[in-house]
């Protein structure tokens, strides 16, 4: 755990405590730390009962149910014989009073702009609902998703809903090997995408990483192509399909088709200690009604608010937080399609003034970067309409936090820090921003209902101030419910540490008065500025290099990103370190992956530094990763058996 070292020392230290500001409290949907203590105790004591009636509040529901929970560690299902649909509980639901209320004001990162009304947002999930049901899409299949962050992305997501079928979202920085990869794995039938998308001024070449992956998607039967960034669209493939020409002449209305509460809703992959990354598989009912219920909550929405979530689409909480939650509660919510620095340091900044945002949700790693350019770009605007900030998706070092509720939210604004993870769907500790006193750094509390446990090996609580590792211990509506294709991974994964309990894979501590700090990850899970990686993902992309014999990829602390990626690589008989190599690397990761897993620092080494029982010594790594850079020519073959030699029985 050495990457944790540095967040440990600096938390410990930390004991400075922001209350609410009366007058949000005063308006707060949870007011004080007794509301949040008698909602805690109640779930706690009658976990049916409490979430029956959030289940009730949430969500309309077509047949009630009349189970909340049936629970067979580790399978839970919820809500049992009820029926919904999301896509109805986002749109039909609202039009009554909210039909001309903008749900989303886009903005491209070239510049234009789009103002969706709920009115409209519903009439284009219909169509293409109705195109995708022409195309032979029923109910159970899968459809990916591979579309930059624009409005459409959320009607893609919520036109599967409507008809049942389930989405797999792909990040749009993923390549054509990953998109394929997920695609097959999901057996998916058909894929929309775009021609590409808007960053950094350039285009990101999403119908060309779909073609290259087309002929290795053998079960994909149709592509359904967006304008975005071209002219005119190229159907380069008998299987291809406009956009525009599939929803033309279509149906305002389509009937929702009323799912049964545990009717899997998405998939998304996401990386793991071993092997290819999982598909995390969410089910109806219990996801949409802690989505729900959380954005309310957390963000303590009100009907005026302007909520902005920076969050791509394709990670979850672009799923949870910028398409089903929001809009579940009938908010209007920013989508910005571009990069943050994008065409200058301020951008974040004037799309804050210019749609008078209330809610700002964004991650640490921004948060630093932001710091960095220095504080005259977000003073250049008015960002008075704010009220609340919230973080998400890494540790968030105090002083970014400071930095954070001074500079971002003029000192006045409540920060929630929110843990969660793809797997529980929604936020799980987090503070309540009307009730709970905040400490910089710290998630504060779990949520009501949420049994998060910080537990040794053998499952006895630590005392205060000792790290332990980081379990749910009672079962949560939102939680995941498989691992797609490979139901006994879900087991292994999650339930294996201690039996019948949730292993997050975090570790945690909390302090004196009980906040819970979050450590960092225990596992081979990395957090490379926000974005999730396995190491062993890494590794096997560099494996697959024709001049590679093995591999080993650490963290690495780093001020900006969280964790940086260091690969240590030996090379096959008669390849020599060089420089271009490493670039060529580099590359390769990036091909194979994504930009976002291409390693920052590519280190040869003679051998791998492996314990007597051949494990690789990754403690011994990362330490190596996290000490002073390599030798001046970094193209050098490093001896790390040496160090090995002298750590033999330290791992
Ligand atoms: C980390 C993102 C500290 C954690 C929603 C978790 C956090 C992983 C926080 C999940 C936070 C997320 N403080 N660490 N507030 N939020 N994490 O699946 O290590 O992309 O296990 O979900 O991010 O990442 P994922």
Redesign the pocket.
Known sequence: MAETQHEIKSVLTENRVFPPPEAFSKQAHIRSMEDYRRLWDEAASNPEKYWGDRAREELYWKEPFQTVLDWKPPHARWFVEGRTNLAYNCLDRHLAKRRDKPAILFEGEPGDRRRITYGELAVEVNRLANGLKSLGVRKGDRVGIYLPMVPEAAVAMLACARIGAVHSVVFGGFSAEALHERMNDAGAKVLLTADGGWRKGSVVPLQKNVEAALPHMKAMEKVVVLRRTGESLSLSDSRMVAWDALVKGQSDTCEPEWVESEHPLFILY?SGSTGKPKGVLHTTGGYAVNTSLTTRWVFDLREDDVYWCTADVG???GHSYVVYGPLMNGVTTVLYEGAPTQPGPDRFWEIIARYKATILYTA?TAIRAFMRLGDEHPRKHDMSSLRLLG??????NPEAWMWYRDVIGGGRCPVV????????GAIM??PLPGATPTKPGS?TFPLPGIHAEILDRQGNPVPRGQGGLLFVTRPWPSMLRTVYGDPDRYVRTYFNELPGMYF???GARTDADGYVW?M??VDD?V?VA???LGTAEVESALVAHARVSEAAVVGRPDELKGTALVAFVTLKQGNAPSSELKKELATHVAKEIGAIARPDEIRFAEALPKTRSGKIMRRLLRDVAAGKQSSQDTTTLEDLNVLAALRQNDE
């Open positions: 996401t990670w979850v909480t640490p973080s998400v998706g890494e540790p968030i820090d929110t843990w969660w993870q793809t797997e529980t500790i987090s998630a997050t894979g975090d979050l960092g990850r899970v957090n926000g974005h999730r």
